[in-house]
Each structure stands twice: as C-alpha cells, then as structure tokens.
C-alpha cells in the first residue's frame, strides 16, 4: 500500500501515514505485481515550493500546472490569463495546503 498525498510505502497495520498523516482507508492499494517503474511513468514528484514560486510569478501563463505535467491545463491557463486569475488565486492557495512533496497523475 502507498499512501495517496506522498506515495511513501505503508507498512501493514499502520492507520495513519508517517510522512504526511493521512488515514491508511484513503490511501491507494497497488497491485504487488505492479512495478514501480509502471507507477513512476503515471505520476510525478512535485515539490510544493517550486510549484508556489511558479503559480506566484507565473500563474496566470499556467507555469505551475505545466511543471505537474498537466500540459492540457497549462494551454489552458495560457490562453485564459489563469482561467481570468480566478484558478491563479484558488491554485496558489491550494498548493500552499499540498505536503511539501506531493504526487499528480500525468496527463
């Protein structure tokens, strides 16, 4: 099992995470036959302060969700000045509540 917010590995019998302190119901159960290559390929690593500076000073051109791999949303953000600075203001606030590593699914 890993958990959801952080993907650190949950040892059996753990209720809570020991990284980030999320209820081991809410996390993810992956299958023991997947790789963990098949799982990197699906997700990436973010680190919420890289993420910050790049939503603060560069939010409204989408700079932030390309660097989660969200490349359809950047577009987005890029053609709409950050969905009209509505998604820039709720997407900086949201990100300063994100652990300092977090995971998103490509795409």
Known sequence: MYCKNCGVKLVDGVKFCPECGTKV??????????SNQIVESITKKCNKWV?????????FLGAHKFYEGHIGKGILYLFTAGLLGIGWFFDTI???????YYYTVRG
């Open 25 to 34: 119901e809410d996390s993810i159960v992956v299958n023991v036959s997947t």
């Open 51 to 59: 993420s910050f500076v790049l939503c603060l000073f560069f939010g």
């Open 94 to 100: 949201s990100i300063l509540l994100k652990p300092h």
